[in-house]
Structure formats: structure tokens, C-alpha cells
């Protein structure tokens, strides 16, 4: 009886297997800069699948995705999203790989738990985190994370809950397990149970229990060519795991593939019980020289058999696997990824969700549809510009910049700025930026004359570059705003229509057939250096300089269209 009913269970779970048809995707499937995604499906929500991605140094951070289909992704909401919630990512030291790295998130009885660390490089010390909420559409039910202890001082959290209720947490490198106390915080002394197959940087575990066996799936070799994912299992969550023989079970190294870096997975099933995983990648081919987008989230089938090991689909552009249905009923209102910006800063509106800060910000320079300029965002002058000066002190110099990532290849992004300078170094513009010390900026900044006489606004295009050894910032454009543009807004733009180069331009708002092309500037600029971790993103800003000037600058019309996403050496394909 048992073996019939046994044979039964397999059989509808092979017809289910063969009714499930194949179709195609492409990846990545959270472009722009999306690192260590982490994912998990839930019953209980309908069968959503959750992932949450690192944002460093970004506020609002720690965003959740959600997706019933897993082709159409919907920001749910950012479980950091209160300054109050980690006051310590305004002191760090400047350093711009400091903040929220790899998170994992989980769902239990109703609670979703998003586990994750704060890395500042002073004396190292990772903090640990863990966020929680009953609903994942709502910022402001993200609760004030617990501090959890690290007695492995280490990063890349995971948890686990045994059978007995048991709550394990582990952490890289060398993998370290430890019970927690999810109340208090407290967490045993951890026991190393894994180091990987010897390569470098064992990292990003996360724990599963599947069949008779507890899995280890890790990341190892460096987050950049060498990545890899490797896999363990074990008859007890605390070990000891035995590595797979055919170990990576995933990876891109040695390959001439145009995904490279592939690894930091995590797996999930389907609402119909099929496996899949994601990894960070990156669109860079072998060469890995030119990625502004970073690490971003790819995803892919996975077979996983009745007491096997799983098999990871390899990572390309276009895809194909046993996909749910199509099912955009997602709720809130939180921005659909390959949707453009179009955003007219109407009175009584807010900024869209998926649009961040640099370090939480210094709100009162921001203000939307000011009375006296309605339908504009108000930014009133930071007390620095966008580059770290080495005296630079993330709580007390004020930076007013507002952004949102690069996500697709090609684009076009344009902003109307209405700025009427007074005092010399008064600056007002758009930037495409990497992190502090690797940025180009197109601005209207306030100059005095060659005879010293009086300011004249000019268009300036430069980049900072010194981020990155060896690169060469494109010399500066510097050019009077004509006369018949001033006292008007003026639309600035950047855009790529290759995945090399950014093109910066000018017009009159009114008068957009005045468009003049003020120069370009390689895309390796936002590319690695001193942002290995984070990828590109694009905004408005305003600033003074240091000077005393005060003038704010009025921005509206923000227009972020995502054109086309290259997703091999030869393939575009438009969003
Ligand atoms: C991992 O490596 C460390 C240091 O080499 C060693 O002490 C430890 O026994 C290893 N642990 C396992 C589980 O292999
Ligand atoms: C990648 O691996 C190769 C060969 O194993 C090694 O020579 C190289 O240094 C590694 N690169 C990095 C960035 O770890
Ligand atoms: C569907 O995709 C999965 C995952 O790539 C693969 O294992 C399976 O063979 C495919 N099925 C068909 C009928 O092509
Ligand atoms: C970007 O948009 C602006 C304004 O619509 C337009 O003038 C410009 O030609 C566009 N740039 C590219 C490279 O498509
Ligand atoms: C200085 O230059 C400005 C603008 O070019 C001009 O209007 C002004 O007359 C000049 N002043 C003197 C003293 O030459
Ligand atoms: C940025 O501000 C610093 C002073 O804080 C100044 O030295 C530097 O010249 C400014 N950069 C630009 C491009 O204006």
C-alpha cells in the first residue's frame, strides 16, 4: 500500500513536471545594481517570491522585490527606510563600500525575517541585523532591527529553522554556525562547519533541508572572475557537511561567457513546485572591464531531484525553464523594474520608492512642489559637491543628491533644471555616479568671467576619476549657457545608446530642437575601482561648493527611459 501510494506521488509529480512547459526569459532579472539576491516563496502570500538585494550605503535600503511569475518584479517596499533604524550608516568614515551587505530573507508563521549586516571598515566588526515584518508592502511596518551577536565576527548571515524549532544563523568565512535566540539576540559560540572545496573567500551561506539531508550552499572564490557556487549536505543542520565531488555547480570562470562573476545563489521552488535559483552576475564578458551596472540578479532553473544534488541551470542573456504563469497582481505602489521614470513632482506627491540617497539624507534639502515653484523638486545646496575631499564627515557635510540606478544598457535620462546662481561655485546638475571619487557630472555652475568682473553661468561636463588607478578623466567642457536659455529651465541629459559610453547634453526645456551635445565620457568610469561591490545610479543634485551661496535648484519633468538591455556579446534586446 505504501509503495503503490509512494509510486502514485512520483507519478503526479512526473505528469506535473511534463505539463509544465518550458518558455524563455532573459536575465538579468532585477538589472542594475542588485548584488547577493536572496529569495524566498511564500504559501501563504499567494505563492510571491520575495528577494532582497545589498544597497551599501544607499537610503532607503535593504529593498524587497516581489514577483508571482518571476518575469515581472515589483519593488514591494525597502525594510530600511528610517534613518533611527541604523544611525550608524551616517558616521562611517567616508569609505564608499561601507553599509548593508548580503542579506537573507526567510518567511515563518507569518513573519518575514530579513537578516542581514552593517560593515564599516574602522575597526571591522560586522553588525548584525535582523529586520522583521507581518507585511512586506509596507515600509513603515519594518521593525527596528535586533542586534544579533557575531561571535564569528563575520558577514553574510543566514537562518535556518530545525525541525525542533531550533534557529540556527550562519555566517562566512570558513562557514560558522550558530543557534539564536531570535528574542534577545544571543548566539552561541559558532562551530566552523564547512570551508568550501579550498578556494578563496567561502562566503554567503544559506542552509536548506531537503529529503534526509541538510544542504550548504555557499559562494566561493571572490565575488569578481573566479565566483563560484559550491554545495554540501549533511545529516545535521551543525554538520558535519561533505562536499559535492562535482563541485561548483555553478560558475563562469575560465568561460568567454558574457555573464560573468556568477555565484552568491539561493534557491526557491515555484508556486508549482519547480526549483530555481539566483546569483549575482555580471554583464562583462571575460574582459571585466567595463560593468556600470555592477553585480545584478540573475536567475535560472534548477533540477532537483529526490535525494540528489541540484543541478543549476548555467547563466545566459536569454533562458529558458518551466515558468509560472503570468501574474502581475502585486500589490502596492511600489515601482515595476523595467517601468521608466516619469515624474512631474505633482503637489501633495511623494518620491517614488525606488529613488535613493547617498547615505540617509538631510530631508529639509529636499521639497516637493514648493508652493512657489509647484511641480518641482526643491533641492536647496548641499555644503559639499560630489566628490570626498579627505576631510569629508558623512554626518555634518551636507550631500543633496537623489538617485536611482542604472537599469538597462541603453537609456535616456533627462531632468529640467530651472537655477538662477548668484554667488561664484553655485552648482546645479545630473550626474551619472559610482560612488565619491568616480562620477561625471553635467552641471550649471556659476564661474566668475575671465576678468573677474562677475559670475556667468556655464554648462560644465567633468568627471571625477580618482577613484579608479589608471583612468583618464575626459578633458572638462566648459561653455557659457547661452543667453536665450537663462532664466528658464534648462532639460540636461545622459544617456548610452552603446554600453561604452554615456552622451551629455543640453537644451532649453522649451525649445528641445536647441539640444546641443556637450561631450561623452567612458562607462569604465563607474566601472570597479573604488566601488567594487555597487554599480551606477543617476540623479539630480545641488550644491555650493563650500562657498556661502544658497540658491536652490528647482528641478522637473525627471525622465528615466530604459531603452534596450545587451544580454550577450552580440544581442541587444529592447525593455
Ligand atoms: C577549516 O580551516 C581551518 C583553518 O585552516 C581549520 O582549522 C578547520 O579545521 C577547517 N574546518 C573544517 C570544517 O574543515
Ligand atoms: C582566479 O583563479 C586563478 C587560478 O585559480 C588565480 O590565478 C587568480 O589569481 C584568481 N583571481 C582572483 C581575482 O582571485
Ligand atoms: C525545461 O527546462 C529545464 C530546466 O532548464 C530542463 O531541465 C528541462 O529539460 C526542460 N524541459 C524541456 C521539455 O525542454
Ligand atoms: C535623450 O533625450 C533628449 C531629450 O529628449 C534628446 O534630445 C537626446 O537626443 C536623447 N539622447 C540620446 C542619445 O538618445
Ligand atoms: C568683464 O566681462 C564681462 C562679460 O564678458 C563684461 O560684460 C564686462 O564688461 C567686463 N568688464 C570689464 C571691466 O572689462
Ligand atoms: C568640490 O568641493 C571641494 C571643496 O569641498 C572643492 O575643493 C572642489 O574644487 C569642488 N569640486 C568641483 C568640481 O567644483
Not at 529529503?211 to 565575488?223: A, N, S, V
Not at 541603453?410 to 550626474?431: C, H, K, Q, R, S
Amino acid at each position: 500500500m505504501l509503495s503503490s501510494l509512494a509510486l502514485l506521488a512520483t507519478g503526479l509529480a512526473s505528469l506535473a513536471q511534463a505539463q509544465s512547459q518550458n518558455s524563455t526569459f532573459y536575465n538579468p532579472v532585477l538589472p542594475g545594481w542588485n548584488s547577493d539576491p536572496s529569495c524566498v516563496t511564500v504559501p501563504e502570500w499567494d505563492f510571491t517570491t520575495f528577494c532582497t538585494t545589498s544597497s551599501f550605503l544607499m537610503f532607503p535600503g535593504a529593498p524587497v522585490y516581489a514577483t508571482k511569475d518571476l518575469q515581472h518584479w515589483k519593488l514591494a517596499s525597502n525594510a530600511l527606510n528610517r534613518p533611527e533604524q541604523l544611525p550608524e550608516l551616517n558616521l562611517n568614515q567616508g569609505n564608499q563600500n561601507e553599509g548593508i551587505w548580503a542579506s537573507t530573507i526567510r518567511y515563518r508563521e507569518g513573519v518575514f525575517y530579513l537578516i542581514t549586516s552593517y560593515v564599516q571598515f574602522y575597526d571591522w566588526g560586522p553588525m548584525i541585523l535582523l529586520f522583521t515584518t507581518t507585511d512586506p508592502y509596507d515600509d513603515a511596518s519594518w521593525s527596528q532591527p535586533l542586534i544579533i551577536e557575531n561571535p564569528a565576527n563575520d558577514i553574510d548571515p543566514d537562518l535556518f529553522w530545525d525541525f525542533d524549532g531550533t534557529v540556527y544563523m550562519s555566517v562566512a568565512a570558513g562557514i560558522y554556525i550558530s543557534e539564536v535566540d531570535l528574542e534577545t539576540g544571543a548566539a552561541t559560540d559558532p562551530i566552523r562547519v564547512w570551508n568550501g572545496t579550498g578556494d578563496r573567500n567561502p562566503e554567503g551561506p544559506h542552509i536548506f533541508h531537503k529529503d534526509d539531508y541538510y544542504y550548504l550552499l555557499i559562494g566561493e572564490g571572490g565575488t569578481e572572475l573566479n565566483h563560484s557556487v559550491t554545495i554540501a549536505r549533511g545529516e545535521s543542520a551543525t554538520g558535519p557537511y561533505y562536499g559535492y565531488e562535482n563541485n561548483p555547480i555553478q560558475t563562469a570562470r575560465f568561460t568567454d561567457w558574457y555573464f560573468q562573476t556568477v555565484g552568491h545563489a539561493d534557491l526557491f521552488q515555484d508556486r508549482n513546485g519547480n526549483w530555481w535559483g539566483a546569483s549575482l552576475a555580471t554583464r562583462s564578458g571575460p574582459e571585466w572591464e567595463i560593468f556600470p551596472m555592477g553585480r545584478e540578479t540573475v536567475l535560472y532553473a534548477v533540477t532537483w531531484e529526490e535525494g540528489e544534488w541540484p543541478i543549476l541551470d548555467p547563466v545566459y542573456g536569454e533562458m529558458t525553464g518551466p515558468l509560472p504563469a503570468t501574474n502581475m497582481d502585486i500589490p502596492g505602489d511600489g515601482h515595476w523594474i523595467t517601468d521608466p521614470d516619469e515624474v512631474d513632482f505633482e503637489p501633495g506627491s511623494s518620491l517614488p520608492r525606488h529613488w535613493g540617497y547617498w547615505r540617509p539624507p538631510h530631508t529639509d534639502l529636499f521639497e516637493v512642489s514648493p508652493e512657489d515653484h509647484p511641480n518641482t523638486l526643491r533641492i536647496s545646496p548641499g555644503s559639499v559637491n560630489l566628490t570626498a575631499t579627505a576631510d569629508y564627515v558623512p554626518a555634518e557635510d551636507t550631500l543633496a543628491f537623489i538617485a536611482r540606478k542604472q537599469s538597462a544598457t541603453a537609456f535616456n535620462f533627462t531632468v529640467d533644471v530651472e537655477f538662477e546662481p548668484t554667488l561664484a561655485n553655485e552648482e546645479a546638475g545630473i550626474t551619472v555616479f559610482l560612488t565619491q571619487l568616480q562620477h561625471i557630472d553635467l552641471s550649471i555652475v556659476n564661474l566668475p568671467a575671465c576678468n573677474g568682473t562677475r559670475n556667468i553661468p556655464r554648462l560644465r561636463l567633468r568627471a571625477e576619476v580618482s577613484g579608479k588607478v589608471d583612468e583618464v578623466a575626459p578633458e572638462e567642457v566648459l561653455i557659457p549657457v547661452p543667453r536665450s536659455w537663462r532664466s528658464a529651465p534648462i532639460r540636461l541629459s545622459a544617456a548610452a545608446v552603446t554600453d561604452t559610453e554615456y552622451v551629455f547634453g543640453a537644451a532649453p526645456a522649451a525649445r528641445p530642437e536647441e539640444y546641443v551635445e556637450l561631450g561623452t565620457a567612458s562607462a569604465r568610469i563607474t566601472s570597479g575601482g573604488s566601488g567594487p561591490f555597487t554599480g551606477t545610479i543617476m540623479g539630480a543634485y545641488a550644491t555650493n561648493n563650500g562657498g556661502q551661496g544658497e540658491t536652490p535648484a528647482y528641478f522637473s519633468r525627471w525622465r528615466y527611459h530604459q531603452v534596450a538591455q545587451k544580454i550577450d556579446h552580440d544581442t541587444w534586446i529592447p525593455v
